[in-house]
């Protein structure tokens, strides 16, 4: 297979003329050459942070703060998971990943309520689709981590989670928990778990992040899972200086699982540039799962998003790379391609 084009290469998404040939399920090369196409290839994306389950209730809950709409075991999703038949559930899971996958994603972070039947229920949904989730289960930490790929724990302030930390240690899993979305009283105690991820760190302060660089724990943020829920937004710089950073859609019942929405929303509320904001939603959430993808490169997994840079919407971009994240969408993709 050759996808021409102009090619985002590399670590830095050099706007390269050229060609990206593929091979048993890897880039074999990319090659600069004089080409007709008006294409744009670059990295499929990677969704560092969802709750696909909640796909079951979008647009719920307006109005409410955010213990009303997520806190377990009471807030409003939890509430409105309980009602839902298994059926339904799978079927608005499949849905979203259908979205997801159509607008781009190849590999995306779920922390999965429920139990092993969530995580079952999850896979279930995943079924036969190119897309791949890693799967943060919750409940009964030896029950779930033998059918999900890691712990997603809520926050320190909900449970000590010390137990589940150990028990994904014995599964050699990776842990992760929420940690600094509502306020800063449960990152320190998150920290003192060593997870392997964190999620929001909307109030993260340089003590924090120096822990969190000693470290080596990675960020998984959702800035417009925050505006939504009123939290403020975490600094995406600061972030950035300390560690890695990756972007994440959140809860599908606040906002779509889109990531060209919640890159133009992190590159327009900040002052990262496109290059960063890009590597944020692709590179950076592969390295988390230690996968070589996210990058336009001789070697990495061929998984890959081509866009028509013709449409009504791209055509006339100056920057390819600004174009990506502040500009395209669903209409502007032409093709997905996701070898494993």
């Known amino acids: 297979m050759e996808l021409e084009g102009t090619i985002l290469a ?37 969704n560092a942070h969802t709750h696909i389950g909640d796909s079951i209730a979008k647009e719920a809950g307006r109005g409410l703060t955010l213990d009303e709409l997520v806190a377990p075991p009471d807030g409003l999703k939890h509430r409105l998971l309980r009602r839902a038949s298994r059926t339904d559930l799978v079927s608005a899971m499949r849905r979203s990943m259908r979205f997801m996958e159509r607008t781009g994603t190849s590999d995306f972070i779920e922390f999965r309520e429920g139990g ?70 449960d990152i320190h105690p998150a920290i003192d778990l060593h997870p392997d991820l964190l999620v929001h760190m909307v109030h ?62 992190a590159e327009k509320l900040s002052n990262l540039n496109s290059v960063e904001v890009l590597r944020m939603a692709t590179l950076n959430g592969a390295e988390i799962l230690d996968r070589h993808a996210g990058v336009v490169e001789e070697g990495a997994q061929a998984r890959l998003l081509v866009l028509d840079g013709d449409t009504d919407n791209l055509s006339g971009y100056q920057d390819a790379v600004r174009a990506v994240v502040r500009r395209a969408g669903a209409d502007d993709v032409k093709r997905v391609v996701l070898k494993s």
Do not use: W
């Open 116 to 185: 092993r039947n969530g995580v079952e229920m999850l896979h279930e949904a995943a079924d036969g689709r190119a897309l791949r989730p890693f799967v943060m289960g919750r409940g009964d930490a030896e029950d779930v981590l033998e059918v999900a790929d890691g712990y997603g724990a809520t926050g320190a302030n909900d449970d000590e989670f010390g137990p589940e930390r150990e028990t994904a240690r014995e599964f050699d899993k990776p842990f992760a928990i929420h940690a600094g979305e509502g306020d800063d009283s």
């Open 10 to 46: 590399g670590p830095t998404f050099d706007a390269v003329s050229g060609r990206v040939v593929v091979e048993d399920g890897e880039i074999a090369a990319v090659e600069e050459t004089n080409t007709d196409s008006d294409d744009i290839v670059l990295p499929a994306f990677v």
């Open 204 to 265: 993260a302060t340089p003590d924090h992040l120096n822990r969190v660089a000693d470290e080596g724990i990675p960020i998984a943020v959702c800035p417009r899972s925050n505006l939504t829920t009123g939290v403020g937004q975490p600094d995406l710089e600061l972030l950035s200086e300390f560690t890695t950073v990756a972007l994440g859609t959140d809860n599908v019942f606040l906002n779509s699982p889109s990531m060209f929405r919640e890159m133009e929303f």
